[in-house]
């Protein structure tokens, strides 16, 4: 049927402008983001494959938080092509119901809405778990390039390098390593030490894979429990480092916690035991979490219905053209504050609620509205 191709060519090019906006949305903050996380490896330590693994986990993320946006710039396109290019003129003499239109862009952002909620509450949580267990399971494989001259290092919690020359082979000159959390367990009698003080004139890292530090010509002074003072030469001494953490956040975040997992949180009163279940007075947080992954996806709709006002006819009123500004103000401003007012929703159950309820209340009528328009512009034709 014509209709049926009219629909599949309508949706062919809003799915295009809709991946194209998208994408370059994605593209650009993913890559603002890339470069923050180099930090990873120049100020962390972690190898260079664990960078690039977090950084592409992290685009699924962005991308959703994108949909919406992307979705309204994508629908606004979309019409003012097929005005300017005079097709729903045409498609209006021929008898489309413009109605018929309405519905079908609105089908459409039910099918994006579902697509976030799906992204959001599914897809997210389970990827950016894994990109946190990466840096979780991560050993310093760059420990040695983590390690700057002439500056404290402390990379590793509880743990100081200061490093006064290095080459570009990696050899080290005049070394002093401070311990004060017994993280370096390979030394001699640690447990009974409050921290160890080391002095090398020579030092170098071997072994990426289990990386440990050669150290000559040194001297380990350690303190003890009783405060005794240890001084032990050493001629050769082997430091290894596969166990150090560094400080980069290992604690699953709310945003990588499952969802099932967040909403039992927040009713179930007893077992708060849950991964990143705070106790009953601090869950706001993880009920903005749960409105953000299944809230914000409810406004999609509303934008849609906002930005078919576009398809309504004005001849040729001297406002024609500032419309389009208009309506697109419009929603993205509703967009906006959905997403400023999900963090105070997270209040109260009831302010929750109101989340929810608000497109539902607004939907039929903004829907109303657009019927009214509509037969008031065919009314003023006749």
């Known amino acids: ?69 992307s979705f309204l710039i994508s629908l606004v396109l979309a019409i003012l092509k097929f005005e300017n290019e005079n097709e729903l003129i045409i498609l209006w003499t021929a008898g489309l119901n413009k109605i018929k239109l309405v519905n079908f862009f609105v089908k459409i952002s039910l099918i994006v809405m579902v697509l976030q909620i799906v992204f959001a509450s599914i897809i997210n949580p389970n990827i950016l778990n894994h990109s946190r267990t990466l840096i979780k399971s991560s050993n310093l494989d760059y420990i040695s390039s983590m390690i700057k001259t002439n500056q404290f290092n402390d990379t590793v919690p509880g743990l100081t390098i200061f490093v006064e020359e290095k080459n570009s082979n990696g050899d080290m000159k005049n070394i002093l390593i401070r311990d004060e959390s017994k993280t370096l367990k390979s030394i001699d009698n640690v447990a009974n030490t409050e921290n160890i003080t080391i002095i ?87 009920l903005s979490e749960i409105n953000r992954r299944f809230g914000i996806p409810l406004y999609i709709p509303i934008i849609t219905l906002i930005i078919c006002f576009l398809l309504n006819q004005r001849g040729e009123s001297k406002y024609k053209n500032y419309f389009k500004y208009i309506y697109t103000i419009i929603a993205f401003s509703i967009l906006v504050i959905a997403e400023i007012l999900v963090k105070y929703s997270g209040k109260s159950f009831y302010n929750s609620l109101i989340y929810y309820l608000t497109p539902f209340f607004l939907l039929p009528l903004i829907y109303l509205e657009i019927i009214r328009n509509f037969l008031y512009e065919n009314l003023r034709k006749k």
């Not at 994408?23 to 330590?45: K, P, R, S």
């Not at 596969?242 to 980069?248: D, I, K, P």
């Not at 699953?252 to 708060?272: A, D, G, R, V």
Request: charged share 20%; hydrophobic share 40%.
């Open 1 to 69: 049927m014509l209709s049926n191709k009219i629909y599949k060519h309508f949706f062919l090019e809003l799915s295009k402008y809709f991946i194209i906006t998208l994408f370059t949305f994605t593209a650009i903050v993913w890559t603002v983001q890339a470069v923050n996380f180099l930090d990873l490896v120049v100020e962390d330590g972690h190898a260079l494959s664990v960078y690039l693994g977090y950084s592409l986990l992290n685009i699924p993320k962005i991308l959703t938080k994108f949909i919406p946006l």
């Open 200 to 286: 090398a004139k020579k030092g170098r890292v071997v072994n990426p894979s289990s990386p440990a530090l050669v150290l000559s010509d040194g001297i380990i002074q350690s303190q003890k429990i009783n405060k005794d003072i240890q001084t032990i030469k050493f001629k050769k001494t082997v430091l290894k480092l596969n166990n150090l953490q560094t400080r980069s956040i290992v604690q699953t975040k709310i945003q990588e916690t499952p969802s099932i997992l967040l909403i039992k949180c927040y009713f179930n009163k007893k077992e708060i035991e849950i991964i990143n279940c705070p106790k009953d007075h601090k869950k706001n947080d993880v």
